[in-house]
């Protein structure tokens, strides 16, 4: 089991440039999640899909932020255009739908808005 | 307005002694509970989980406990051990809205002390 992945795990760019967050959940996981941890606020729900459709996107900051899942093995998470206020770790996580199953983490990408 | 709370943000216990990181919530709607533990650079991980009809869940040297009265919930871990310095997450769900959306805590930063 090669876990959820991320990419990539380090993300510098300039304000106003588009970012572009990669996750490939674990396979036979149909719900995918994805969060963004900073000081000030913890870990904090974005947004996430159930088979691939997306259920809930209230924590979506700003029009700013779009995410996708073209299928069951990849989801994509889009800042444009990137602030310095979007400086954050973002972690992608998946879980089988199935009763109380945990979610499973990636490692996170992190990422520097200057 | 945060439902769920870990009021101390770091934690230090001699090894061999035990460790209890506490928890709060407001919302009544939560009947599920997690711990994740996470070290630097990586996504977190779960570690035990307790449902609202019970109050206590034990998996080896980790203990949950759940006082639903005083929305309350602790993890014991004993004996404490190096390698389990690291940040501990609580996070609660409300099953019965039918989604899975955790709801975290900031974490705990433990440090065993060799």
């Known amino acids: 089991d090669a876990g959820v992945i991320q990419s990539p795990r380090h993300e510098v760019t300039e304000m106003g440039q588009e970012v572009t967050l990669r996750c490939k959940p674990i396979s036979g996981h149909n719900s995918l999640f994805w969060y963004r941890q900073t000081m000030m606020r913890g870990l904090e729900l974005l947004i996430y899909?159930?088979?691939?459709?997306?259920?809930?996107d209230s924590g979506m900051p700003e029009d700013r932020f779009s995410a996708k899942m073209p299928n069951a093995s990849f989801s994509t998470l889009k800042i444009q255009p990137s602030e310095p206020r979007d400086s954050a770790v973002y972690f992608c996580a998946s879980r089988r739908a199935e009763g109380n199953s945990p979610l499973h983490f990636g490692n996170g990408t992190r990422l520097t808005v200057t | 307005d945060q439902q769920v709370k870990q009021n101390s943000p770091s934690l230090s216990v001699q090894e061999g002694r035990i460790s209890i990181l506490n928890c709060d919530y407001t919302?009544?709607?939560?009947?599920?509970f997690l711990w994740y533990k996470k070290y630097p650079a990586e996504g977190p991980t779960f570690l035990i989980s307790i449902s609202s009809i019970k109050d206590k869940n034990e998996d080896g040297r980790f203990t949950v406990f759940l006082n639903k009265s005083a929305k309350h919930l602790s993890l014991h871990i004993v004996p404490s051990q190096p390698g389990d310095s690291a940040v501990y997450f609580c996070a609660a769900s409300d099953s019965g809205a039918g989604s899975y959306q955790l709801t975290f805590g900031k974490g705990t930063k433990l440090s065993v002390i060799p």
């Open positions: 899909f159930n088979n691939n459709v997306p259920i809930d």
């Open positions: 919302n009544s709607m939560f009947d599920y």
